[in-house]
């Protein structure tokens, strides 16, 4: 049998747990329960100034959330378009899908950021999470093209073959059999891509977009509490970063059924 | 269909790959309800022609009829002509995500508009004549190489296509799962299905075909009745390729 | 290779010589805040704070070193000893004076409210609900978070707030008068104006930033500023970069 073997490996994002790791100690529970200890001993013991800190952060979360998911939405689409184009046979629309994903995986993410912001703010008048959103959005989406024409050409082309032999055409084959497949083999890398996108969502907060980094930005500037509060930031970022790998790892683990004897 | 009328016609046939020929001029008729296998050395063209059939391969001159309709033709729709068309390939292609039952209903539901039930339950039909009814919720990556080719033969069937095409079905099976796969494309053949095999099991040659065509270099050299191919072939080719198997 | 010890000895001395007889002062700038300190077509930090310092080493006998720090952690970097002073129209506050020492006041400065040419707002109050910025960290963005029912909106480099004011993201900018007049009157004469100067009760005043208890370079700092308030050269700054 002619498997093709493929690890998709990105690594910018974060370690996505193990499932079958069954230890007690496993680094990830290390972490995260080692920062929730961190994180409840610091507002306990010390909630000057750790509880006002905290206090002053929430609605950043909620931003921070919000640019990440509206972007990774973006970013899927863009990706899926993305990486169709580059390995379709139509050359323009594969030129188009090269040109993006050549052009934005040329230019720094906060460049982008700056870019897209006030060249939009030229264009049209939108909101600046909106702009964000955008700006990320389109950047990662680059990255995800890749990662999905990884995915797909990794699927045998014999399951290709079978499926325009029993009388599917091409998109129906790509919908019926290398999607389905190819997601299972994207979702890793794609996870990581997420993940990797929460945390650069810190660098929204250049463009003045209230997040989790500017509203401690904000806090540490009046309070001059800068070691406190970048404390309290990296820790809560880690919190959230363990939790969606550990979200990710599950999902993983159940699309992988049928690869299981 | 009478014999003046066969069901597939290829004429004349040229597909090079740069400057390799690997069909030179190939002309053959199968006509319904014949059992045609094509044998060869490897690198002979053999497969080439077989997957032209269904236009897995693209040809560089020459026309291929199927059932009336030019494949090559873009008036033709060639996603229905292969769906008359049933293909084993030797590596099976099974699809991995979905179950042996799914596997055999996800092309008659989604093609033929066929109700679930009634393409589940002709099926179970399919997976019983291959013996592999217990094996319907079992995913590809659990089967033996030579039960993944039956239910492989059994998804082919599903979309009850009056043609078979089989690609070196035995070849990557270990030997002691040959014969299960041999037993149901014998069974297929006294029902009465028209098929062509490309194969080097000279034992299912002999039992099964109606006629031999015996390729080399792109070409077809021989074509003849297994009982005159094997025991007084024509060509000297055809004698030394005998010689170097059997 | 006698030559080039006698050599390398002779430039030590005078390296040494010259440390002895000068102290340097290194002095943190956020040159995003013209006409007080930025940077100029030729890449140089320049500004009225720059002048006033330079004027201030010279009467007081320092050598002063100028280096581009952006303004959100400058503080930080004070307290951790990465230069000497931060002279970057810092107002002094009674919340920065718990943290930090301030020289003696060297300008007088006030909140200035900038919209778009064509608004009739008035003051704060009257943006009420709406999003006015300011510099992350400045006294102006605190006025913004002072004033009731504005949603205030934190920029790294008060340019910034200025090009979003421009495109109209947001509806006003609050920042020192000076910078507000540089960039209404300059920068963007034909889209924005200064609506109001904020009356905030206190009178601000910029002073240069030191480590708290750092009393060497303070006392270096108030001599020379003490010196150059006395003279002429005031005024000719004045003239120079805010009156122009």
Request: with cysteine; hydrophobic share 45%; aromatic share 10%.
């Amino acid at each position: 049998m002619r498997d093709k073997h493929v690890v998709i490996d990105v690594g910018d994002g974060a370690a996505i747990p193990d499932p079958e790791d069954k230890g007690l100690f496993t680094a990830w529970r290390i972490s995260f329960f080692g920062t929730l200890g961190i994180i409840a001993y610091l507002l306990i013991f010390r909630p000057d100034p750790y509880l006002d800190i905290i206090k002053f952060l929430p609605d950043g979360i909620v931003v921070t959330f919000q640019v990440t998911f509206a972007s990774i939405g973006l970013a899927l689409v863009l990706g899926l378009i993305a990486g169709l184009g580059r390995i379709s046979k139509n050359t323009f629309f594969n030129l188009v899908a090269s040109t993006y994903i050549e052009v934005i995986r040329g230019i720094p993410l906060l460049v982008q950021l700056f870019y897209i912001y006030f060249a939009l703010g030229h264009l049209v008048r939108v909101p600046d999470m909106v702009a964000a959103i955008v700006a990320m959005g389109f950047c990662y989406g680059a990255y995800m093209g890749e990662v999905f024409r990884a995915g797909i050409l990794s699927i045998d082309d014999g399951q290709t073959e079978a499926s325009l032999s029993l009388g599917f055409n091409r998109s129906q084959t790509m919908r019926y059999v290398i999607l389905p497949q190819a997601w299972r083999i994207i979702l890793p890398p794609v996870g990581n891509e997420f993940i990797a996108l929460l945390k650069d969502t810190s660098l929204v907060s250049i463009i003045a977009v209230s997040d989790i980094l500017r509203r401690g930005r904000e806090f540490a500037s009046e309070s001059f509490l800068y070691f406190e509060t970048y404390t309290m930031i990296a820790l809560i970022y880690l919190v959230i970063t363990l939790i969606l790998s550990k979200i990710l790892s599950n999902v993983e683990h159940r699309l992988s059924h049928y690869e299981r004897r | 269909m009478n014999a003046d009328n066969p069901i597939i016609s290829i004429q004349k046939v040229h597909k090079s790959f740069g400057t390799f020929k690997a069909l030179d001029d190939v002309s053959l008729n199968v006509d319904a309800g014949q059992k045609v296998v094509v044998i060869g050395p490897s690198g002979s063209g053999k497969s080439t022609l077989l997957r032209t059939i269904n236009r897995l391969e693209t040809i560089s001159s020459g026309s291929i009829v199927v059932d009336g309709r030019d494949i090559n033709d873009s008036a033709s729709d060639i996603n229905r002509i292969r769906a008359e068309l049933g293909m084993v390939f030797q590596s099976f292609n099974l699809f991995r995500h979905k179950s042996v039952l799914d596997n055999l209903t996800l092309a008659p539901i989604k093609l033929k508009k066929t109700p679930r039930a009634q393409a589940e339950q002709h099926a179970m039909e399919l997976l019983e004549k291959v013996g592999l009814v217990d094996k319907a919720e079992s995913y590809p990556v659990q089967l033996s190489g030579g039960q993944q080719q039956r239910v492989a033969i059994a998804r082919a069937l599903a979309m009850n296509p009056k043609i078979m095409l089989f690609d070196e079905p035995t070849s990557a099976l270990d030997p002691e799962m040959i014969g299960e796969v041999l037993e149901v494309m014998v069974t297929l053949a006294r029902e009465g299905m028209t098929m062509v095999v490309v194969t080097h099991e000279m034992g299912f040659a002999r039992e099964v075909a109606d006629s031999v065509v015996f390729m080399d270099e792109g070409k077809i050299v021989e074509v003849a009745p297994p009982d005159r191919f094997f025991d007084n072939p024509e060509h000297k080719r055809t004698q030394r390729f005998l010689e170097q198997i059997l | 290779m006698f030559k080039r010890i006698v050599l390398t000895l002779a430039m030590l001395f005078c390296v040494g010589s010259s440390a002895m007889a000068e102290k340097t002062i290194i002095f943190a700038v956020d040159a995003t805040w013209p006409p007080m300190e930025f940077v100029n077509s030729d890449k140089q930090v320049v500004g009225y704070s720059i002048d006033y310092m330079t004027a201030a080493a010279k009467a007081a006998g320092f050598t002063a070193v100028f280096k581009n720090v952006a303004w959100d952690g400058i503080f930080a970097g004070l307290a951790a000893g990465k230069y000497d002073a931060v002279c970057s129209s810092v107002s002094i506050t009674e919340k920065r004076q718990k943290v930090m020492d301030f020289s003696t006041p060297y300008f007088k400065v006030r909140q200035a409210l900038i919209v778009a040419k064509d608004s009739h707002v008035k003051s704060l109050a009257d943006l009420k609900g709406q999003k006015v910025g300011g510099q992350i960290g400045t006294t102006g963005y605190f006025a913004i978070k002072a004033a009731e029912g504005v949603e205030p909106k934190s920029y790294d480099e008060v340019g910034l707030a200025m090009e979003d004011l421009n495109v109209g993201r947001i509806a006003a900018v609050v920042c020192d008068d000076p910078v507000a007049a540089n960039y209404a009157m300059d920068q963007y004469k034909d889209t924005l104006k200064i609506a109001t100067v904020i009356e905030t009760g206190e009178v601000e005043y910029y002073g240069v930033a030191v480590k708290k208890g750092n009393k060497e370079v303070l006392d270096l700092l108030n001599k020379g500023i003490e010196s150059v308030s006395k003279t002429g050269y005031v005024q000719e700054m004045q003239h120079k970069w805010i009156s122009q």
